[in-house]
């Protein structure tokens, strides 16, 4: 493990810091700590450890004199600068010395530190397949990068430093920035669920270094501006344009950059990437208004759709949507099981999308959720076919990151079912009374154990006969029919949601039934019902 040492005169921040990190998670063990730059500058020097957190204002010896002794005998040591000063000149100097991160002790959240030592192990990881190699001076670009995004983030975000002292920063740092007409530019990616399966990348890593990398060769060959990463899936691109006076100019050459920017991910990525584009101002002050202005525009990405750029005075265009709800209306798989009167219930909800297509994002995936679940709930208590039970949609919907995306799973969804119930599920005699033993008791708490002795099979075959024949485990399956009962006492009852849960089997513990209730359903219990209440001021 590497080791740790946190410097820091506030005992209880000291002790807290110590003590509310989960170090072995990354590799980290904290193997001292102190009140005071002298006492650790004395411990760094028998010990050297591989890390060091520590507080700026100290007795004896303060933070800065203590990392730049550091500094003068390793380059190697990571270290990680814990403070209350919200200076510009904190930051600057931190940057000289050659600081991995810093954290403001007011606003520091658990994510916060589990990011900064995240990226604090991955250095030391590199440093460690460099079998020695070391840096001979300056600042590492790995360093560089991750400042740059925190300062960005904090002057947006926080206001921690004056448009002045961000300025001065883009400038000591060489950033491409010039506070004259500047526009910002917020990049989604879309699909991005299956751009890190692509890449094998569990936690994203590599898709973000490779992202940055790429947009910081294509707008340094354009000569403008810096990439930031907000998020796992949202980047911000910063651009000024101080050598054009012409709005039409720098519209033109914003929609150059994200193009290639586009053609680039589409070649070495395999992927798309959507765009919402700010206005023009000028003033380093405007930036927080610009991204703002960009991120409002992105949101129209929901309705038109992935790969495309968005201004927030264009309204979405819902040709996509509209396409794909007539191939719903026309969709004569899901008509033949359907009775007239039902029919005429699901026509219902797709004039309530047609008429509300330009809500907002949040009411309209709970409506399409719900619709999802309708036909779940109708095609089973028509047939009592399990396969309608077996197959799941709300996985594929919550990967979806636009209303066409979701309409074309649903599409998919209800060819699916119709073609499992056209052909029923062939099941051994063993399984069958499984299920109709479930069927009967799920109201109790039965285990496998329980269905096991009643069908006269042994616990790990049982379990594995589920598998074989259902793709499904036996707990999901109980959890799937347990939910089905639910959502009919939901819409049938004035039960109490906590109440519900008892009667179909849930332990008294509400919090257990939620969750099951929305990885199945896409909905919490009091959200699928409040939509059931609406349905008929819906249809009116």
């Known amino acids: 493990m590497y080791k740790v040492m946190i410097v820091e005169d506030e005992m209880l921040v000291r002790i807290g810091l110590k003590n509310s990190v989960e170090w072995s998670k990354f590799d980290l063990e904290v193997t001292a700590d102190f009140p005071d730059g002298q006492a650790a500058w004395d ?6 450890p591989d890390v060091v957190i520590t507080d700026i204002c100290m007795p004896k010896m303060d933070g800065m004199e203590l990392i ?3 500094r003068k005998t390793d380059k190697n040591t990571r270290v990680v600068v814990l403070s209350c000063l919200e200076e510009f000149e904190l930051a600057r100097k931190a940057l000289a010395l050659d600081v991995s991160s810093y954290i403001l002790k007011l606003t520091m959240t658990e994510q916060e530190i589990e990011d900064v030592l995240r990226r604090v192990r991955e250095e030391l990881d590199r440093q460690e397949d460099r079998s020695g190699g070391r840096e001979e001076s300056g600042v590492s670009l790995s360093s560089l990068e991750l400042v740059k995004e925190k300062v960005f983030k904090d002057f947006l975000f926080y206001r921690i430093f004056s448009a002045q002292e961000f300025g001065r920063f883009a400038e000591q740092s060489g950033l491409r920035l010039s506070p004259v007409r500047l526009t910002v530019c ?18 994203g890593h590599l898709v973000k270094m490779s992202l940055l990398n790429m947009l910081g060769e294509i707008l340094s060959a354009h000569r403008r501006g810096e990439a930031f990463q907000m998020n796992d899936r949202h980047y911000a691109l910063v651009m000024p344009f101080a050598d054009m006076l012409s709005e039409q100019a720098i519209v ?7 193009g290639h920017i586009q053609e680039m991910i589409s070649l070495y990525f395999n992927s798309s990437v959507s765009f919402g584009i700010s206005g023009i101002r000028g003033g380093y002050d405007s930036l927080p208004k610009l991204y703002a202005e ?8 929901f309705i038109s759709g992935p790969g495309l750029h968005h201004r927030g005075s264009r309204r979405p265009v819902p040709a996509g949507v509209r396409t794909r709800l007539a191939l719903l209306r026309t969709n004569a798989a899901i008509r033949e099981l359907l009775s007239p009167l039902k029919q005429k219930e699901y026509d219902a909800y797709l004039d309530v999308f047609e008429r509300e297509m330009e809500g907002d994002r949040k009411t309209l995936e709970m409506m399409l959720f719900q619709f999802v679940q309708w036909i779940s709930t109708n095609l089973y208590d028509d047939s009592h076919n399990e396969q309608t039970l077996l197959i799941s949609i709300t996985e594929n919907l919550e990967d979806c990151d636009t209303l066409p995306d979701m309409l074309d799973q649903v599409n998919v969804y209800i ?7 056209g052909k029923r599920l062939q099941m051994s005699d063993e399984i069958t009374r499984a299920i109709q033993y479930i069927k009967r008791h799920y109201t109790e708490n039965i285990s496998l154990q329980n ?9 790990s075959y049982l379990s594995n ?13 109980l959890n799937r029919y347990r939910i089905e009962r639910a959502k009919e006492l939901l819409a049938e009852s004035q039960l109490k949601s906590s109440d519900v849960a008892v009667q179909v089997g849930f332990s008294p513990e509400y919090t257990y039934f939620s969750k099951v209730f929305k990885k199945i359903t896409g909905l919490g219990p009091n959200e699928y019902r409040r939509q059931l209440l609406s349905e008929p001021k819906r249809r009116a």
């Open 43 to 48: 411990y760094y020097e028998r010990e050297k």
């Open 68 to 70: 730049a002794n550091i």
């Open 186 to 203: 917020v990049m989604e990616v879309d699909r991005y669920s299956l751009l890190k399966e692509r890449f094998r990348d569990e936690h």
């Open 451 to 459: 269905v096991a002795d009643h069908v006269g099979l042994s616990f």
């Open 294 to 301: 960009a991120q409002h525009a992105l949101e129209h990405k």
């Open 415 to 421: 060819e699916t079912l119709a073609e499992h119930i």
């Open 252 to 258: 033109k050459e914003t929609g150059t950059i994200l």
């Open 465 to 477: 006969l589920f598998r074989k024949e259902l793709q499904i485990s036996y707990i999901d399956y």
